[in-house]
């Protein structure tokens, strides 16, 4: 997984409560990104980093939050954990300019 | 804005034989394009990239794909194939984004290999 963990794989919440999720590689890349994967919708950008405290929407950022501190960092906050952000969450980190990208393992979130 | 299109969101073929799955792209700039594997319960893996040059382009475990930039197409074959071959294939074209290099991902196709 070119060296790219994501934490925690699993995980279980209630509607309301925030959840963050973590993002750490070890290549020392710039770009970042954060997926959602769902049913008959692919993969799905939701934010993505471009460098330490350098981060940008993607095309289903509502309800989400990130933060890169640490170039081998990128978290992930749900807010306000709603039952529609139950899904498998990717995160990536970009080769450079050939833009091939690079995916983790992934997290399952379920939110009750 | 770029999108793909995979125009089969399941594909059942028997082993040995052999597969094409479709992938049609819309781009109004040049084009990387991309097909990525994904096994059950696991993350994505590049299969093979399409960046210039020659358009048919060889991957991994014995899969390739041709660009048609007339057809706007990057479909991905397979002579012969195996067991092992069933997963999830995304197609992914990549365009130049003010800020930061992205792909955009077609909804899937599943490929199930029948013994």
């Known amino acids: 997984d070119a060296g790219i963990t994501q934490s925690p794989r699993h995980k279980v919440t209630e509607t309301g409560t925030p959840v963050t999720l973590r993002c750490h590689q070890t290549e020392n890349h710039r770009y970042m990104y954060w997926y959602r994967q769902d049913p008959g919708h692919g993969l799905r950008l939701i934010h993505y980093?471009?460098?330490?405290?350098?981060?940008d929407k993607g095309e289903v950022s509502d309800g989400y939050s990130v933060s890169r501190s640490k170039t081998e960092d990128f978290l992930l906050t749900l807010e306000s954990a709603t039952s529609s952000q139950t899904s498998v969450y990717f995160c990536?980190?970009?080769?450079?300019?050939?833009?091939?990208?690079?995916f983790g393992p992934g997290t399952r979130l379920t939110v009750t | 804005a770029q999108s793909v299109t995979q125009l089969d969101s399941q594909v059942p073929v028997f082993e040995e034989a052999p597969v094409e799955l479709r992938c049609n792209y819309s781009s109004s700039v040049s084009v990387y394009l991309f097909w990525y594997v994904q096994y059950p319960n696991q993350g994505l893996q590049l299969l093979l990239k399409y960046l210039s040059g020659s358009t048919l382009v060889k991957g991994i475990n014995g899969f390739e794909a041709e660009f048609n930039k007339s057809q706007t197409s990057f479909h991905l074959r397979k002579p012969s194939v195996h067991i092992s071959d069933t997963a999830e294939y995304f197609c992914?074209?990549?365009?130049?984004?003010?800020?930061?290099?992205?792909?955009?991902f077609g909804t899937g196709t599943r490929l199930t290999v029948i013994p």
């Open positions: 980093s471009y460098g330490v405290k350098d981060t």
């Open positions: 992914a074209v990549s365009g130049r984004v003010t800020g930061a290099n992205n792909l955009f």
């Open positions: 990536a980190i970009g080769a450079g300019g050939l833009y091939e990208q690079y």
